[in-house]
């Protein structure tokens, strides 16, 4: 029969802090992607500038694709900060 290993403190914390820190990258990446195109849209109409579809559908792309951009190196950071902490590199 095999022996199970027990996990450290330190590895437990490690994990659970790395976990934190995905389901907050994710749940905002979701809830930017999913509510910011439509204000983005919405403001758009009030600005008068909801006539043309195509001219409509161009800046809906480029805002979509700037939001990406500002995303990425966001969550780059991010996580470069929080492993900086948990590996005791800062603080």
Do not use: Y
């Not at 204000?39 to 500038?49: D, K, P, S, T, V």
């Amino acid at each position: 029969m095999r022996r199970l290993t027990r996990v450290g403190f330190g590895t437990r914390l490690f994990g659970s802090s790395v976990l934190v820190v995905a389901i907050c990258i994710a749940t905002s990446g979701v809830i930017a992607s999913v509510t910011a195109p439509g204000m983005f849209h919405e403001h758009l109409e009030q600005a008068g500038i909801g006539g043309d579809p195509s001219l409509l559908d161009h800046i809906e792309m480029a805002f979509r694709g700037t939001l990406i951009r500002a995303w990425t190196p966001a969550v780059v950071v991010a996580v470069a900060a929080a492993l900086a902490v948990l590996t005791g590199q800062v603080g």
